[in-house]
């Protein structure tokens, strides 16, 4: 069955594969539809042009904050030298720095990746432009949703308190811890801004129906 708004889609999902595959250059066509009205198929056809495959020659981290080292954060990387460039461990990498710079206290860090395309030897090299933004403690925690649980039960499973300095590694942790327990079909915690230095939690839950709910305390992650 012919899914019509998915179609301008369609070519940015092929050439996702190929970015997956280190081909940089990559173009997809809209899709070519022929349509059968006797037997309601119709064909699809895609012009592409994969281009060369490009390897990484180089990768470097510009702008981290004190406490942080460039070179570990490197050696923890998805992405590596003289390797087949892949666009979703490169998501993954930006993800992994941003995480380790917002767990020194800066939230809204931002991680940026810059390429420099060699096409004569079909290399790249990719820099990751860091902006940390200013340093935040938590000012507050505010639970809601919550009739037949405790605040004071959902607060032992949050990892920060107000004072503490912002974490992104505690807060999916506390939302991890949370779901470990049974008592919420659905949780979120909310980062809202109060000023340049502060933010509050706003950790919002949607507790189980009585009578489904599971023995908590297992090994693995709530997400």
Do not use: C, W
């Not at 992994?96 to 940026?112: F, P």
Request: proline fraction near 1%; glycine fraction near 8%; charge should be negative.
């Amino acid at each position: 069955v012919a899914h019509m708004d998915q179609l301008s889609y369609d070519s940015y999902r092929a050439k996702d594969v190929y970015m997956k595959n280190g081909y940089l250059d990559a173009t997809v066509s809209e899709p070519l539809m022929r349509v059968d009205s006797g037997s309601y198929l119709a064909d699809l056809t895609y012009q592409v042009d994969e281009g060369a495959q490009y390897r990484i020659d180089s990768i470097s981290i510009v702008g981290l904050v004190d406490g942080l080292d460039s070179e570990e954060i490197l050696d923890e990387l998805k992405l590596l030298k003289g390797k087949v460039f892949n666009v979703d461990k490169l998501g993954k990498d930006v993800s992994y720095i941003q995480e380790q710079v917002a767990n020194l206290g800066y939230a809204y860090a931002k991680v940026s990746p810059n390429f420099n395309k060699n096409e004569a030897d079909k290399t790249v090299d990719i820099q990751y432009m860091v902006r940390a933004g200013n340093r935040v403690t938590i000012n507050d925690v505010i639970i809601s949703g919550n009739y037949s649980t405790k605040d004071r039960v959902i607060r032992r499973d949050i990892y920060l308190a107000p004072g503490d300095t912002f974490s992104l590694t505690d807060l999916k942790d506390s939302k991890s811890a949370l779901g470990r327990r049974g008592y919420f079909e659905k949780i979120d915690i909310e980062q809202q801004r109060v000023d340049e230095n502060s933010i509050n939690l706003l950790v919002k839950v949607k507790e189980t129906a009585t009578g489904s709910i599971q023995a908590g305390g297992g090994y693995g992650s709530y997400q």
